[in-house]
């Protein structure tokens, strides 16, 4: 509601404290949006805005408190196991809350595959499947959340599984003894 007199600008002010203190960030803006990039990271606000015409100043509009969201940490303890064509991982979670996670491996390090884009849960542990067995693989896990992707954990396994059994097994009796070959 404009009043009857065309708005002209915004006045657009900030609170670090829960509303005791203001400080102002705008008093020229015209758009009504604004993307407000001084924020610490989570640290919690609270803005104001008011409307300014030609004959003066509204009251202000508060919003409700809202959190700086940061990128999650890195990962911890991030701990492989080697299945047969496969590796499994778990990991501690970061202290941030996250929405799921991000899976890569790498043969060198370097060029990374995707196996999973986005768990999409909490869980922290995850297979990879498909993998060759005595070829070792670098294994990267990062946290997503609504800031994006954080930095991820490395670490490293190689697949495997319990050898074959022996074949051909031959005793071959002699005096005294006995000789086995396979």
């Known amino acids: 509601n404009n009043g009857g007199s065309a708005v002209q600008y915004y006045r657009l002010e900030v609170s670090t404290d829960t509303g005791t203190s203001w400080s102002g960030i705008s008093s020229t ?7 407000y990039t001084g924020a610490q990271a989570g640290s919690t ?18 919003s409700t408190a809202v959190s700086v969201i940061t990128l999650p940490e890195v990962p911890t303890a991030l701990t492989l196991t080697s299945h047969n064509g496969a590796l499994g991982l778990s990991w501690t979670a970061p202290a941030q809350s996250v929405t799921g996670y991000k899976v890569e491996y790498s043969t060198n390090g370097a060029a990374w595959t995707i196996a999973s884009n986005n768990t999409s849960g909490t869980a922290t542990t995850f297979t990879i499947n ?13 946290g997503i959340n609504a800031a994006g992707t954080g930095a991820g954990v ?20 002699g005096v005294g003894s006995i000789t086995l070959t396979w």
């Not at 803006?29 to 993307?35: A, F, G, L, M, V």
């Not at 609270?46 to 003066?56: D, E, M, N, P, T």
Request: no cysteine; hydrophobic share 40%; aromatic share 8%.
């Open 130 to 142: 498909g993998l060759t067995n005595g070829t070792s693989y670098f294994v990267r896990v990062s």
């Open 45 to 62: 606000l609270l803005f104001r805005v008011s409307a300014i015409s030609a004959v003066g100043e509204s009251g202000f509009e508060t």
């Open 154 to 173: 490395i670490g490293s396994g190689t697949p495997a599984t319990v050898s074959g059994a022996p074949t051909n097994l031959v005793a071959t009796g």
């Open 29 to 35: 803006i015209i758009n009504r949006t604004y993307s």
